[in-house]
């Protein structure tokens, strides 16, 4: 079975720091990984995904993650950060396509993103 | 601003009550997904759609939960004997085919008293 880890609940930072949000994943095949975030009172929204290719890939926002697969990570970088980054960063992990369309996203339990000004 | 709308924002229902919730997709997308996130922000997959049938479920899914997504019409999530695990928020997202991005609702906060 595929899981996401998503270790820190919170991670508190000072603006101008350079934040990682660190994502670990279990899964046994090639995996599609995704970072959403979610900032208070609004949806979920997407910041960047990996499929193949460049391990490290650049999102909106400014957000980079790099995809590690010695160590099963995809983990979530911005320098530097500002406090409207403060919000909820969820990691989630997609299986490869079915031939009969999107397959379901696994998520991590999120972290909890605090920049103080 | 999310162009996935669900309706309504809020939902209180007694125990064994029946609950409904209302999803309309982007424009376009064919792939539509309903996923339970609870209190400890932990996602639960229900049963994604793809133009109009139902592609995967989960078990929990096939006996009290029940859901469509008719052409021309808002997709629908359906509890019919709610329970108080059910209360959580209900997030409906869609997507074109592929590895692509889901677009999220803000969802429906199910409460069950």
């Known amino acids: 079975a595929q899981s996401v880890d998503q270790p820190d609940a919170h991670v508190t930072l000072s603006e101008g720091a350079s934040l990682e949000l660190r994502c670990s994943y279990s899964?046994?095949?090639?995996?599609?990984l995704f970072w959403y975030v979610q900032y208070p009172g609004q949806s979920l929204q997407f910041l960047l995904k990996?499929?193949?290719?460049?391990?490290v890939v650049k999102g909106t926002k400014g957000f980079e993650a790099e995809f590690r697969k010695s160590n099963s990570s995809f983990n979530l970088k911005k320098s530097p950060a500002h406090w409207s980054d403060s919000a909820k960063y969820f990691c989630a992990l997609e299986g490869p396509l079915n031939t009969e369309g999107a397959d379901r996203l696994t998520f991590g339990k999120g972290t909890q993103l605090i920049i103080q000004p | 601003n999310s162009k996935v709308i669900q309706t309504p924002r809020y939902l209180v229902k007694g125990q064994g009550q029946k609950a409904k919730m209302r999803c309309i997709p982007e424009k376009g997308h064919p792939v539509v997904f309903w996923y339970q996130q609870n209190k400890n922000n932990e996602f639960k997959f229900l049963i994604n759609?793809?133009?109009?049938?139902?592609?995967?479920q989960i078990d929990m899914t096939e006996k009290r939960f029940s859901a469509e997504c008719p052409s021309n019409s808002p997709c629908s999530l359906e509890i019919q004997s709610s329970e108080a695990g059910d209360s959580a928020l209900y997030l409906c997202?869609?997507?074109?085919?592929?590895?692509?991005?889901?677009?999220f609702g803000h969802g429906t906060k199910l409460s069950v008293l």
């Open positions: 990996y499929i193949t290719g460049d391990t």
């Open positions: 759609f793809q133009n109009q049938e139902v592609l995967q």
């Open positions: 997202a869609s997507s074109g085919t592929g590895a692509e991005r889901l677009f």
């Open positions: 899964y046994s095949a090639a995996p599609y």
